[in-house]
């Protein structure tokens, strides 16, 4: 691909314990007695069958509640979690919920609910595994970057009808006796495509240089461009696909570039939701303004974010955790 522009402008043990009578040749053959067992099995009270099952008691309707309260709580955390941060740490952020709900529902799967809610109990608890499922399938996703902040997964779960389900479990249970389920406190919209304005600024220091920096988009997705001069974030814009946009009063001093490739620019999250990509330029920028007693002079940019023949500078693809946020 050629390089964009730049210009310069226990275990169960069985054991069979056995006895038998020698004899001779001569003598009828007689059986020894035998005997077995599993070593760890109590043999239960005289008269009682030691393969009987043992009795299942099920709970009372407040032993279940509380039961269901201490699931509830872990599974709520975690998916506000993951629904309120944006797009950095996001697959360690998934795979914390995963590990959370797997627990969870792993310890509701062994109750024995009071009777009247059994059914329901059982829906419950298969509506809570399978969304665990979309979200552990949705890790290969956020890997791939198709999908790039905790909201989109959370769309995602919802798109395959995962989440639902839960709901209206949660709520069944609730009417039968006021029992805490309800695990999905967000909101969770469909999937979309939100754009800002081309040459909006997301953030931006003052700009009171001669200098302009011409920023051209000609990629198939939105872009959103930072310059860092230092440590400090001191602008951030947004390009439209197929656009330019020019960035004018920049400052003197010398800058890196990054920028992030998307589709639906999540605002809350600043971060694209989907398709996303993060690059930083391979080459610093740097702004100066001279005088002299007759003039006075300075240097303007053109960033082009897309392959172009000829281009002089050579992106490099970094990892969402260290585009600036």
């Known amino acids: 691909m050629t390089a964009p522009r730049l210009i310069s402008c226990a275990v169960v043990t069985m054991m069979a314990l056995s006895a038998c009578t020698t004899v001779s040749s001569n003598d009828p053959v007689v059986g020894g007695p035998t ?34 309260d201490k699931a509830r709580g872990p599974i709520r955390e975690a998916i506000r979690k993951l629904n309120d941060t944006g797009g950095k740490g996001l697959a360690e952020r998934l795979e914390r919920t995963v590990s959370t709900m797997e627990s969870a529902v792993s310890g509701l799967e062994v109750l024995v609910p009071p009777s009247d809610v059994k059914v329901q109990h059982g829906n419950y608890v298969g509506a809570l595994r399978s969304l665990t499922s979309a979200l552990s399938d949705a890790k290969a996703d956020v890997d791939a970057q198709d999908v790039c902040t905790g909201p989109a997964v959370l769309t995602g779960a919802d798109e395959v009808g995962r989440l639902s389900p839960v709901r209206d479990s949660a709520r069944a249970l609730a009417g039968l006796g006021d029992y805490p389920a309800d695990v999905v406190s967000v909101k969770v919209s469909g999937e979309r495509s939100r754009r800002l304005g081309n040459g909006s600024y997301i953030s931006s220091e003052s700009r009171p240089g001669r200098a302009y920096l011409e920023l051209k988009n000609g990629n198939n997705r939105d872009a959103v461009v930072v310059l860092m001069r230092g440590k400090k974030k001191a602008i951030a814009v947004y390009v439209r696909k197929k656009s330019s946009f020019k960035v004018r009063g920049v400052r003197d001093g010398t800058y890196k570039v990054y920028y992030t490739l998307g589709v639906d620019w999540d605002s809350r999250s600043r971060a694209f939701s989907r398709s996303c990509s993060f690059e930083q330029f391979g080459k610093s920028v740097r702004f100066r303004t001279t005088r002299t007693w007759s003039q006075i002079r300075w240097t303007n940019w053109t960033l082009t974010l897309n392959a172009v023949v000829g281009g002089t500078v050579r992106p490099k693809h970094i990892k969402p955790n260290e585009f600036p946020s």
Not at 40 to 64: F, N, R, W
């Open 35 to 68: 005997a077995g067992g599993v070593v760890g099995q109590g043999t239960g009270p005289a008269g009682s069958d030691p393969a009987a099952a043992p009795t299942v008691v099920e709970l009372t309707a407040d032993a279940y509640r509380a039961e269901l």
